[in-house]
């Protein structure tokens, strides 16, 4: 399946629209917390596979490794997450599962000691135990609210790591490492494990190398018109994803949405950025960039002033009262980024559940907004600097 760049917005085209039932997949859970959450684990852990698999093989392209990269990582910490959600809510009440998950939220060390300290016993060895408790202390130090790989990197990140080259290879050996005792900690036959794990790899989250092949930094944007950097990761990671034919299009929707939701909220703050060029006061922008609602936080900002240029430039609004229609329909799909990210909130709520997609069709019309979006920030900043 490939992807259209130029592909604007249609009339009529909701996200749940079904052009061809030829594509048409249901999504739906087994409404059983411990199940769905380490079903979902499996297709984030097998969608950053992929990527990673591709990157670190591309040999001849560090381009791949510059940029794509951090997309594999947040997809296999995603995985690392929910297996973790998955584990420590077996044997507990509804009630009790809420409480730890409200309490622990994104923090892999926190959740997992609360695994370790709920069961009498489990399928892993005191090492073991050991290796992923100093593993998952590492992971939290560098993103403790999984937002560091979803977003451009944070000072503090940029700060710890400055001028070091990753050792990207090692980071990812690393972290298959640590999904594999996980996944020995859900398995029925825990022997088979026991010749692929490798307790003498470090269990350090972030390792570095002296070899600048092949391998990468963390950076920081010169300034916040760099999220299209960001942008393009992701939708280059997607084009990835829908290449592929190893992998069921049902294992890889939610990775997928959740990819494509993410690239269009980083599309609308470096549209709100963009917009400062043409009259939206840079206090407000700062204030809201940090923001997750599609509609009230940010495209609602920029959209007045997108408007008025409209206005001024004597152009069609049809296309931008399509994008608008849209914003808004996937806003009220997905408020705050993490629909596609979880089978439930924590009240243990299925919000996504029982849907009939035309997936070919739900990622043309995310792509479209995508397009949009990215081309207007183009056009915006191409003004700007002809203006000056």
Known sequence: MELDDRALPKYGMGFYSIEN????????WKH??????????????????LILHDVLGSNTNDIKTDFYFFVGIFLLRQGLELRLKALVSQGLSNNQITAKFTANKHKLLDIYQDYIASVSSCNLNSEEITWLSDYFYSLQESDEKSDEFRFPFSDKLINKNNAKLLD??????????????????????????????DLNLTPVF?????????????????????????????????????????????????????????????????LMFQCIHIG?????????????????????????????????????KTVFNYVDERINELRDIDKQGDLFRYPTNYGLEYKFDNKILDYKHVIDYLNEIVNYLTNWCDNLEEDYYYSL
């Open 280 to 316: 939206l006061p840079q206090l407000t922008y700062d204030k809201k960039k940090y923001g997750h609602d599609l509609t009230k936080e940010l495209w609602h900002v920029s959209r007045p002033y997108l408007d008025q240029d409209l206005t001024k430039k004597n152009a069609d």
């Open 206 to 270: 972030i390792s570095y190398s002296n070899i600048p092949q092949h391998n990468c930094y963390f950076w920081v944007p010169e300034n916040d018109s760099q999220y299209r950097i960001k942008i393009d990761e992701y939708i280059s990671c997607i084009e990835i994803l829908c290449a592929d034919t190893s992998i069921n299009m049902k294992n890889k929707i939610f990775p997928l949405l959740f990819m494509y939701r993410n690239a269009i909220e980083l599309s609308l703050k470096l």
């Open 21 to 28: 039932t030829a594509y048409e997949i249901e999504t739906s």
């Open 32 to 49: 059983k917390v411990f199940e769905d959450y380490n079903d979902l684990s499996i297709d984030y852990y097998s969608c950053g596979y």
């Open 168 to 197: 990207c290879r090692l980071i990812v050996k690393t972290m298959f490492n640590a999904a594999l005792i996980l996944e020995k900690a859900t398995s029925t036959s825990s022997t088979k494990y026991d010749n692929q794990i």
